[in-house]
C-alpha cells in the first residue's frame, strides 16, 4: 500500500489538454513539470491509498469548485511558465 496524490495526475491531464486552449507556448517535458510543479503548490493534494499502484478513489471525486480551483492554478502556472521557460 503506497499514499497517492491524485492531484498529480489531475494537474497533469488538465495541462495537456490546455495544449488547445492556451497554444503558442512550449509544453516540452520540462515545461510540463515547471507547470505542474507551480499549480501543485498552490493546491490542496488529495491523497489517497492505492495497492499496488491501482487507485481506487478515480477523478470523479472531483467537484466542479475543485475543478475550477485547479484551471485557475493551472492558467496562472501556464502563464508564469510560458513567458519564462527554464531553458533555451
Ligand atoms: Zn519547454
Known amino acids: 500500500m503506497e499514499l497517492y496524490n ?20 512550449c509544453y516540452c517535458d520540462k515545461c510540463k513539470l515547471d507547470m505542474a510543479a507551480i499549480a501543485l503548490n498552490n493546491l490542496s493534494p488529495k491523497y489517497v491509498v492505492t495497492d499496488t499502484g ?4 478515480k477523478a470523479n471525486n472531483f467537484n466542479t469548485q ?3 480551483d485547479i484551471l485557475t ?3 496562472k502556472a501556464i502563464g508564469i ?8
Open 6 to 25: 491524485l492531484m498529480e495526475d489531475e494537474v497533469i491531464k488538465v495541462i495537456e489538454s490546455m495544449k488547445n486552449d492556451i497554444p503558442d507556448i
Open 54 to 57: 491501482y487507485v481506487y478513489a
Open 66 to 68: 475543485f475543478n475550477t
Open 73 to 75: 492554478a493551472i492558467t
Open 81 to 88: 511558465v510560458g513567458k519564462n521557460p527554464r531553458h533555451k
